[in-house]
Each structure stands twice: as structure tokens, then as C-alpha cells.
């Protein structure tokens, strides 16, 4: 299977089974240019696992994943920094391993450093960061890497209030840049205020996909709702 040309990711009934029970259960969806996608859902939905399966991470033990040709990605994780590194040296490994040209490498960490906020803290160790500030770093690393699509796993987890605030803005901003998001939550306040279209998984399954919008006024399984009035957490 190739993801056609309006397709940048496409899953074909994919599933991930681990003792016997389907922690993915024949997921389908197709990712498309250019807009906030959420993956919305009550803890232990299996919403990490499903963006480790899109990323490659995880392989699928059926069905099938299609990136389209030439199209660069990348996925940033709850605890993916290197906390004894500086925030330079963090953009800088990472960099390297996708193949970045040396010459260039720490003009392109240090721009993603200003972008993000984090001029000040370039030679600090990561673990020395706030929580907010390891956050932004760890995007700041992936968005040097220059991806079309950045796969988010809930980022703003921890965080709180401003510091969820300041990394909603940033993950705004990447999308009026053009760089598409496919991010999971379980918060509907920041699903509300960022999604453009929701994929509500329950139970490894993908029971809804459909504009923000509608999901929000009438969800259209019982399941969605329950999670939505706070019943399903």
C-alpha cells in the first residue's frame, strides 16, 4: 500500500496485539495536508501506541502504514531529551542522526533554540530546564529536523497552566507555518482550542473521525459522549 498524493500517512486496518488481546484493533485513517489532528481519548486508549506505530517505532502485527514518498516526520515523546546535554548538544545529536549537513548543523540548533524561547538556557543541561522548558525543547529538536509532520505525544502532560499555554502558541504557530500535527491528549479543553479534526480511540479502537466541530456538538457514539460529559476518563 502508498499513500496517494493527498495523503502524507495512511493506515489500513492496523492492529497491534500483545498477549492474545488487541491493544490496536483495526485502526484506519488517513492524514492529510496541513491541519491540528487529535488523537482524543481516555487514558489508556492507546493513543501513544498508535503514534509509535505512525512514527515506525512500532511495527503492526497486521494491516498496514504508508508515508508518502519523501516525506519527513518526527515524533517527540514524553522523555525524549538527553538531560545530562546541554539544549545545544540536544538539537545538535539530533541533527546529526537524521543526516543534517555539519557545516550547518549548530546555525540550524541555534535558530531553533531562539525560535522556541530558550536563547537563554543554550549551554544549560536539559535537566536543569523547567518542565515547560524541556517541552519546548524537545519540539524546538524535532522542528530543526525541518518535518512535514510533527507527531506529538501529549505534550502539555505535567505542565501546567502557562506553560501549556506557552506550548499551545508554539504548536499553533508550526501549523500556520504549514507543518501538519497529529497530537495526543486526553485534555477536551486543549482539544477544543487546537484540534481542526478529532480521532476518538476507546480501547484501541477508532470509534470517531471527524471535524472538531461536529465531534464537540454531537459526538456520535455513546462512548464519546460518556468521555465528553467526564463519565469515560
Sequence with gaps: MKADVDHLLRLADVSLIRAGRPLIDGVSFALE??????LLGPNGAGKSLLLKICHGLIDPDC?????ARATPHAYVSQTSLFLRRSALANVLHTLSLVGWP?????????????KFGLKDFIHHPAR?????????????????????????DEPTASLDPKATKEVEGQIADLRREGVTILMSTHDISQARRLAERILFLHAGRLLEDTRASLFFSGPSTTAARHFLDGVLQ
Excluded at 495536508?33 to 487529535?38: K, L, T
Excluded at 494491516?63 to 508515508?67: F, K, S
Excluded at 555539519?102 to 531562539?114: C, D, G, Q, S
Design 33 to 38: 495536508h496541513g491541519s491540528v489532528v487529535m
Design 63 to 67: 494491516g498496514e502504514r504508508a508515508w
Design 102 to 114: 555539519k557545516l550547518t548543523r549548530r546555525r540550524r540548533a541555534l535558530r531553533a533554540l531562539v
Design 128 to 152: 536543569r530546564l523547567s518542565g515547560g522548558e524541556q517541552q519546548k525543547l524537545a519540539i524546538a529538536r524535532a522542528w530543526a529536523t525541518n518535518p512535514t509532520v510533527l507527531l506529538l
